[in-house]
C-alpha cells in the first residue's frame, strides 16, 4: 500500500490527453514539492518533473505537472505510442522523513 | 558527466545480511545539499523509497524497514553502501541507487541501471 494514491491505469488514443492524480496529505503533497518518472518495464525510472511543475531539459511540453493542496497532477497531450509506461509521483513526506511514492499508473495508448 | 552503478549479489539466502554498493562518478557527495537515495522495486509492483544519506552524513531510512537497514558512504572510494539485515523471500526486487538533482529540491534527477536480487532458499 503506497503512500501517495494513484489510479492503476489510464488509456487513450494517440493524440489524446490523459492526467493522473496523485494523492497525498498534509504532510508529504501538502507540504513539499512532486516529482514525477516515467518507467518503462525492465528500465530504469526517467525523470519528468520536479518541483510540481519544472520540466527538465529534453523533456517535451506535452508532459505538464502541477499541484494544488495536497493532490498533484501530471498531463500528457498528444500522446504517443512511445508514451505507453508506468509512471510515479514521488515527495517528502515531513511527518516520517523518508521519501514516498505513489503506487503507479499505467498509461495505455489505445 | 553523473553515473551511478549499483552491485552486489543476485542471489541472496533468507535470513542473511544483504550488501549493496553504489559506485558514483562525476559528483562529490561533499558538496553541500547532495544527497544519495536507495529505493527499490519488487517484480511487478511499484517503486518504494528505502533510505537516504545526505552530505553532511545525516541519514533517513523508510518506518517499516529502519531496524534492518544502514546506509553508510565512503567519500575517498565515491561509494555508498546499503545493508539490509535478515532479508526475507520480500526482499526480493530491483534496488536503484538514485542522486538527487537541485538540492532545493527533493527529486531523483539520476539512476543507476538497478541491481536486480533475489531471496531464494
Redesign the interface.
Known amino acids: 500500500q503506497?503512500v501517495l494514491t494513484q489510479p492503476p491505469s489510464v488509456s487513450a488514443a494517440p493524440g489524446q490527453k490523459v492526467s493522473i492524480s496523485c494523492s497525498g496529505s498534509s504532510s508529504n503533497i501538502g507540504y513539499?514539492?512532486v516529482?514525477w518518472?516515467q518507467?518503462v518495464p525492465g528500465t530504469?525510472?526517467?525523470?519528468l518533473i520536479?518541483?510540481n511543475n519544472k520540466r527538465?531539459s529534453g523533456i517535451p511540453r506535452r508532459f505538464s505537472g502541477s499541484k494544488s493542496g495536497t493532490s498533484a497532477t501530471l498531463v500528457i497531450t498528444g500522446l504517443q505510442t512511445g508514451d505507453e509506461a508506468d509512471y510515479?509521483c514521488?515527495?517528502?513526506d515531513s511527518s516520517?522523513?523518508?521519501?514516498?511514492?505513489?503506487?503507479?499508473t499505467r498509461v495505455t495508448v489505445l | 558527466q553523473v553515473t551511478l552503478r549499483e552491485s552486489g549479489p543476485a542471489l541472496v539466502r533468507p535470513r542473511q545480511t544483504l550488501t549493496l554498493t553504489c559506485t558514483f562518478s562525476g559528483f562529490s557527495l561533499g558538496t553541500s545539499g547532495m544527497s544519495l537515495h536507495w529505493i527499490r522495486q519488487p517484480p511487478g509492483r511499484a517503486l518504494e523509497w528505502l533510505a537516504r544519506i545526505d552530505w553532511n552524513d545525516d541519514k533517513y531510512y523508510i518506518t517499516s524497514l529502519e531496524t534492518r537497514l544502514t546506509i553508510s558512504k565512503d567519500s575517498s572510494t565515491n561509494q555508498v553502501v546499503l545493508t539490509l539485515t535478515d532479508v526475507d523471500f520480500v526482499d526480493t526486487a530491483t534496488y536503484y541507487c538514485a542522486r538527487v538533482g537541485h538540492p532545493a529540491y527533493f527529486y531523483f534527477e539520476y539512476w543507476g541501471q538497478g541491481a536486480p536480487v533475489t531471496v531464494t532458499s
Do not use: E, M, R
Open positions: 503506497s513539499n514539492s516529482s518518472y518507467q530504469a525510472p526517467k525523470f520536479y518541483d527538465p510515479y514521488a515527495t517528502w516520517v522523513s523518508a521519501g514516498v511514492f505513489g503506487g503507479g
